[in-house]
């Protein structure tokens, strides 16, 4: 799962989640990984509880050819086939504010993973999976007896025939109000089920 930064020019703001002062000297002793593989486990979390909610299944392209992973959806009303599947291209970020303005968020692909999400016709629709995480890894998270809060949220699009406009990236716009949950994730099935695009 590649990870992927927007240009620069966003400022990421963080927003309170509770009382947690910064540097505190009790804070919990965390692993030396990456930040930028936790955002890749961050993500991929998110993933399977969407995917678990929505009653469908997970899969992982053995070598990842730059899909990350396949999920599919059965149920007896879809025309196509009593099994449909998708195709999800995941990437995460701390450099978008959590509540981006003017109804969308900018992100950048290099030209060639765009050109591949891009492709169109397809036989397997393929949708790109934006998670906006804040800076913090203390800020990622919440535990408690009435459920788990997972900081902020994913958004999602399908990219077949956007054009190729930079010389080495490009910068593509999601509708902020693609928000991927399970109830998303089940219509995108259901279009795709009855033979339509995500």
Not at 28 to 35: H, K, Q
Not at 73 to 94: F, M, N, R, S, W
Not at 117 to 144: C, E, F, N, Y
Request: a positive charge; glycine letters at 10%; aromatic letters at 6%.
């Amino acid at each position: 799962m590649a990870l992927a930064q927007p240009d620069p020019g966003g400022t990421a703001r963080a927003e309170p989640f509770g009382p947690r002062p910064q540097q505190q000297p009790d804070a919990p002793l965390r692993g030396s990984l990456a930040t930028t593989a936790c955002m890749e486990t961050l993500q991929v979390g998110y993933l399977h509880a969407v995917a678990a909610a929505a009653g469908c299944s997970l899969s992982q392209p053995f070598p990842d050819n730059g899909i990350d992973w396949h999920v599919s959806h059965g149920a007896p009303t879809h025309t196509v086939d009593d099994e449909v599947t998708i195709k999800v291209q995941l990437k995460c970020t701390y450099q978008i504010p959590p509540h981006p303005a003017g109804g969308a968020l900018s992100f950048t692909l290099d030209n060639a993973h765009l050109a591949k999400l891009a492709r169109s016709p397809v036989t397997v629709h393929k949708i790109l999976v934006v998670m906006i995480v804040p800076r913090s890894q203390d800020d990622w998270l919440r535990a408690g007896p009435g459920g788990l809060d997972l900081r902020h949220c994913c958004y999602w699009t399908n990219l077949a025939g956007h054009a190729v406009t930079g010389r080495y990236r490009t910068t593509v716009r999601i509708p902020t109000s693609r928000i991927f949950d399970d109830r998303a994730l089940c219509d995108i099935m259901a279009r795709v089920g009855a033979g339509g695009r995500p």
